[in-house]
């Protein structure tokens, strides 16, 4: 689907190369990271350093992914301003501060590298949060699975470009491409996809997760919360994932190469 994919804009440099003792100057094409700042109903909710394209689409699906919003019908509008500030106006009756209470430990600056230094535990913050276990049992094919995963690498042409973004992308279960987006940040790459999903008004039940970057307990969570159950990566799970797979229901897939898969929880899913 060529709508999906949000090529981030060239930013070249001039450096030196050093190889085999021999040096030359080059130029060549970066990775651009650029700040993103999200206010709702007028109140600073966070600011995010991205790469420059699905800009909105980033913001939708870190509100949702957050639990900050429940659905697209939560929002009223999202209004661009200027110098990368998007303001989002809920419906009224929501209880904005009760959300942003409840949501207060990721109330912050998203670094592209590694999300948020959290001083919540994983366990106490899913605790906090109660967010109820996925339902959907749809089976995936193992092999459909994997090739998804592997395939991001030809899908991401900013990374070829570049070396500098990962990438994600959501599948369904007959390995049919729904949406997929690059960032410098792996938790933006799986916002964008998200949001991109919810934009077009798609279903994210009965859909697999792929992505680039490692699996942590944030990552694993953003798919829970919206019902998807399965996610995968070229990458390995870390506890915090894969315990908060295990607590919501997620079956959590990693080192998908070749035709390996190494699978952490709820294999029943898959069909091998």
């Known amino acids: ?25 080059r130029r060549d094409v970066v990775a651009v990271e650029e700040p993103l700042h999200i206010f709702v109903n007028g109140e600073h909710y966070a600011s995010i350093l991205c790469s420059p394209a699905n800009r909105e689409a980033l913001v939708l699906g ?25 303001y989002v106006t809920l419906k009224e009756g929501i209880d904005v501060s009760k959300r942003l209470e409840v949501s207060a430990s ?6 592209s590298s590694c999300g948020v230094a959290d001083p919540w ?7 906090r949060i109660h967010v109820p276990k996925v339902a959907d ?11 998804g995963a ?7 042409s900013t990374f070829r470009k570049t070396g500098g973004v990962h990438a994600a992308a959501l599948y369904n279960a007959q390995g049919g491409l729904v949406a997929f987006a690059e960032d ?13 999903t919810l934009q077009r008004r798609q279903a994210l039940t009965g859909n697999f997760l792929a992505l ?7 990552i694993v969570l953003k798919a829970a919360r919206l019902g998807v159950s399965l996610v995968v990566s070229i990458s390995a799970g870390i506890n915090s994932g894969i315990d908060v797979a295990i607590r919501t229901g997620v079956t959590l897939v990693g080192f998908a190469r070749g035709d390996r898969l190494t699978i952490y929880s709820f294999p029943e899913r898959l069909v091998l």
């Open 1 to 25: 689907m060529s709508g999906s994919i949000g090529i981030v804009k060239d930013y070249e440099v001039t450096f030196v190369h050093l190889y085999t003792k021999e040096v030359e100057s």
């Open 62 to 86: 870190n509100i949702v992914s957050e639990g900050l919003i429940h659905s697209l019908e939560d929002v009223r509008e999202i209004q661009v301003g200027a110098e990368g500030v998007f």
């Open 106 to 111: 990721f109330k912050r600056l998203i670094l």
């Open 121 to 127: 535990p994983m366990s106490k913050l899913i605790d």
């Open 137 to 147: 049992m749809t089976r995936f094919d193992a092999n459909v699975v994997g090739e």
């Open 150 to 156: 592997r395939g991001l690498n030809v899908l991401a």
């Open 184 to 196: 410098v940040g792996r938790h933006n790459a799986v916002d964008k996809v998200l949001g991109l």
């Open 212 to 218: 680039t970057g490692r699996m942590t307990g944030d």
